[in-house]
């Protein structure tokens, strides 16, 4: 699991250092999700990478780390296409999630999402709202499996909405 972490976040820092023409930023932020199956919220933190392609259109990759509970953590690898309308953008995304608890399968998903960049120099903060669509695996032999009913295999829908907020550095100006 921290080779898959180290990766992603080399792959994540190359991204951003491809385009220094282009006002490649890079961004820390804390993150929130309300998962349809899972009893508690998850709390955790990102990076994130953000291209401009066009004044209009930008590429985002992030990598984050959410907790759920003592039982289930969840590490989204992502890429978003972005539409931004000035200071606010809408975009949505792919990501490969994987699952940090025994007997829970890793899995693709996608989302939606919608903030506002607000930039103050060379950093800036950004809040956005993000609905995420995901299931799952889940395995008798699991510690999640009795709370969810699990006889044999079943599906877990981590579907949900959340939030992020955080700081870029290097934002151009609009």
Same mark, same amino acid.
């Given at each position: 699991?921290?080779?898959?972490?180290?990766?992603? @976040?080399?792959?994540?820092?190359? !991204? #951003?250092?491809?385009?220094?023409? +282009?006002?490649?930023?890079?961004?820390? %932020?804390?993150? &929130?999700?309300?998962?349809?199956?899972?009893?508690?919220?998850?709390?955790?933190?990102?990076?994130?990478?953000?291209?401009?392609?066009?004044?209009?259109?930008?590429?985002?990759?992030?990598?984050?780390?959410?907790?759920?509970?003592?039982?289930?953590?969840?590490?989204?690898?992502?890429?978003?296409?972005?539409?931004?309308?000035?200071? @606010?953008?809408?975009?949505?995304? !792919? #990501?490969?999630?994987?699952?940090? +608890?025994?007997?829970?399968?890793?899995? %693709?998903?996608? &989302?939606?999402?919608?903030?506002?960049?607000?930039?103050?120099?060379?950093?800036?903060?950004?809040?956005?709202?993000?609905?995420?669509?995901?299931?799952?695996?889940?395995?008798?032999?699991?510690?999640?499996?009795?709370?969810?009913?699990?006889?044999?295999?079943?599906?877990?829908?981590?579907?949900?909405?959340?939030?992020?907020?955080?700081?870029?550095?290097?934002?151009?100006?609009?």
């Amino acid at each position: 699991m921290k080779r898959i972490i180290t990766l992603a @976040l080399l792959a994540l820092l190359a !991204v #951003g250092s491809t385009a220094p023409r +282009a006002h490649a930023n890079q961004g820390i %932020f804390a993150t &929130y999700w309300n998962a349809k199956d899972v009893n508690d919220n998850g709390y955790g933190f990102g990076f994130r990478s953000k291209v401009p392609i066009t004044p209009f259109i930008a590429f985002d990759t992030r990598v984050t780390y959410i907790k759920f509970n003592s039982d289930l953590s969840i590490i989204p690898i992502e890429a978003t296409g972005i539409l931004r309308l000035g200071m @606010l953008y809408v975009g949505a995304g !792919v #990501g490969y999630y994987f699952f940090d +608890a025994s007997h829970v399968d890793n899995n %693709f998903g996608w &989302y939606a999402l919608g903030g506002i960049d607000i930039p103050a120099g060379p950093v800036g903060i950004f809040g956005e709202v993000k609905w995420t669509s995901l299931s799952t695996d889940v395995n008798s032999g699991s510690p999640l499996a009795p709370g969810l009913g699990v006889s044999s295999k079943t599906t877990l829908k981590v579907d949900g909405i959340g939030a992020n907020i955080g700081v870029m550095f290097g934002v151009p100006k609009l």
